[in-house]
């Protein structure tokens, strides 16, 4: 995939796509010009023999934008009353199936009218593109999620409507949209941005001169990571003897985890590697021990972990330190990103103890200790101090080739229960169905060792998802299995019924086997159009049929 502003770059795409192409114009603020730059595009196309026709853009009064809607076709919108008033938002049905070959698309960012198909445009943009239709949108980059706390910190500004990074990192194109902020003041002086009774408030407050300098440089740096993602080969990335996951360490009663989560998933994005958000529960935040408001924070920041595509994780520990680095050298995290430690008393100092930030930089090998300072109400962007790794010992054992899941799952590994089942049945079921014939004599130790490590924190997450596995002596290849509970798994308790069981087992001697298939199988149960194409089967050959067209166009996208 290429960054790339040329209509031409994006019309050779729309002729040999299958699952619509995404191309957004990027900005640093209001008024930069994302729409009418997205609007002359159209007419170009329009002049190739395109097909094109407007789902949604918002001219926000603006005469030169509304004149460039003329000569285009326009879907109507759909009305919807919120608390006595009637709004209007993107038909997403008459999208669909008017299917034009591109949809203009503006504002992805934008919240939806509650009770409607999708709670965000970036989420009706999806549906879009999976039928088939390419679309162009736009975008301002204070509203990807990961920059929340930093745009809060540098420019003054709360932006409530965001959307996760993976949107903008799974563009197929992206367009920087760019006028020197001296311009851009200049163009809201002459009425070119808001009516006359907003210019002189706007001038004060966000389009002040620093405010805009500070966001077009976040815009030209997030340009600059897109970039240099796309041109790493993932399959070496993944493929490489050490990677450096990264993982994030939440906790309770801890202040700014969304902030740690932030900046985690940035990290990642930059070193183009997984992560995990890890909460450890000690024996006195057992859900009974702890307040619903303490529970409401935590469930809060595990759902946003989820949203900015980190694999959650609970484990069960008395001494969280300990338990941290277990997971660590487990699932082989090369950055441990943690928050301000609890100050200790001097004497609790004289008694020798330390707080678990302390213990982890004493006896972390190989991992690079990032601790952000969240002592703060507002938080800060930058690390409070950042300890590179100490070196660790050499790893062992091959490193395998990156699968898809057409390559780890038939109709055989695959079970649809249609009533209501136990987690026993289950996880028993589903460990069967991953081993092949002669490899069954290992299902004891499998079963044995899948149910030890439940008791050290369920998989069984709250987004209804599952990811139970286990790391097998005698095991050559890694296994996968596929559980569809239509119903739910009854002795489970999570806010949403687990309706995805993903079974993983993989080779003890290769540790990075494990890794590979916990983050196939974690991006695909994030991704919409995997689920509903699942949601809909009811035999498991129908599902293999499911998941290889998915796959299918997953590769054609991709090309």
């Known amino acids: 995939m290429a960054v790339d502003d040329k209509a031409s770059s994006f019309l050779r795409m729309i002729r040999r796509r299958q699952r619509g192409r995404l191309k957004v114009y990027l900005g640093y603020c209001a008024g930069v010009g994302k729409t009418y730059q997205m609007l002359l595009e159209a007419h170009r196309l329009k002049q190739e023999g395109i097909d094109v026709a407007v789902g949604f853009i918002e001219t926000h009064g603006r005469e030169d934008t509304a004149r460039l809607i003329e000569g285009l076709e326009v879907i ?33 960012a934008h919240t939806n009218v509650p009770g409607g198909k999708n709670k965000k445009r970036y989420e009706d943009v999806e549906d879009v593109l999976e039928a088939g239709i390419n679309v162009i949108t ?11 706390d930093t745009i809060e910190s540098r ?8 959307l996760p990074d993976s949107v903008l990192a799974e563009a197929d194109q992206i367009v920087n949209v760019d006028i020197t902020t001296q311009d851009l003041r200049q163009r809201l002086e002459q009425g070119k941005i808001y009516p006359p009774d907003r210019i002189e408030t706007a001038l004060g407050n966000f389009f002040k001169g620093s405010n805009l300098e500070e966001l077009r440089e976040f815009t030209l740096r997030e340009l600059v990571s897109q970039i240099d993602q796309r041109r790493r080969v993932p399959e070496q990335e993944e493929a490489s003897p050490a990677p450096e996951q990264v993982m994030v360490c939440l906790s309770s009663g801890g202040p700014n ?62 001494d969280v330190a300990e338990t941290i680095l277990r997971f660590a050298r487990e699932y082989r995290v090369g950055h441990i990103v943690i928050g301000s430690p609890a100050t200790l008393s001097p004497w609790q100092r004289l008694q020798g103890k330390k707080n678990v930030v302390e213990r982890l930089v004493e006896q972390a090998e190989g991992i690079t200790m990032v601790v952000l300072d969240t002592r703060r109400g507002g938080g800060r962007e930058a690390a409070l101090w950042e300890l590179p790794a100490r070196p660790a010992g050499p790893t062992h054992g091959p490193t ?20 209501p089942v136990l987690k026993e049945e289950v996880l028993n079921a589903l460990a069967k169905a ?34 139970p596995h286990a790391r097998l002596d005698g095991l050559t290849e890694p296994r996968l299995a596929l559980g569809l509970t239509r119903q739910g798994i009854v002795d489970v308790a999570t806010e949403q019924p687990v309706e995805l069981v ?41 599902a293999i049929k499911a998941i290889e067209e998915w796959q299918h166009a997953q590769d054609n996208s991709s090309q």
Do not use: C
Not at 138 to 148: A, D, F, G, P, W
Not at 155 to 162: A, F, H, P, Q, S
Not at 405 to 417: E, R
């Open 434 to 467: 991953a081993l092949r014939e002669n490899e069954q004599g290992l299902l004891p130790e499998a079963t044995r060792k899948i149910w030890e490590r439940e008791r050290l924190g369920s998989t069984f997450f709250n987004e209804g998802v599952a990811f």
């Open 138 to 148: 736009t975008l301002n980059v204070q509203h990807l999620e990961s920059l929340y």
């Open 76 to 108: 109507p919108r759909v009305r919807q009353e919120y608390r006595g008033v009637l709004l209007e938002e993107m038909d997403v049905d008459a999208v669909i199936a008017r299917k034009p070959e591109v949809a203009l698309i503006d504002e992805l």
């Open 400 to 419: 395998p080739s990156l699968p898809n899941l057409t390559q780890l799952l038939s109709a055989k590994n695959i079970i649809v229960w249609d009533e």
């Open 155 to 162: 420019v003054g500004v709360k932006v409530r409507e965001r």
């Open 502 to 542: 993903f079974m993983i087992l993989s080779p003890a001697q290769s540790p990075t086997a494990q890794l590979q298939i916990l983050a196939l199988t974690s991006k695909a149960a994030q991704n919409r159009q995997f689920v509903q194409r699942l949601a809909a089967v009811s035999t498991s050959a129908n």
């Open 257 to 318: 985890s969304e902030m740690l989560l932030r900046y985690g998933s940035r990290l990642a994005g930059r070193l183009n590697r997984n992560w995990y958000a890890l909460y450890v529960q000690t024996p006195s935040e057992e859900p009974t021990a702890i307040d619903a408001q303490t529970q409401r924070l935590l469930s809060g920041s595990l759902t946003l972990a989820k949203q900015l595509g980190a694999m959650v994780f609970t484990y069960k520990g008395k």
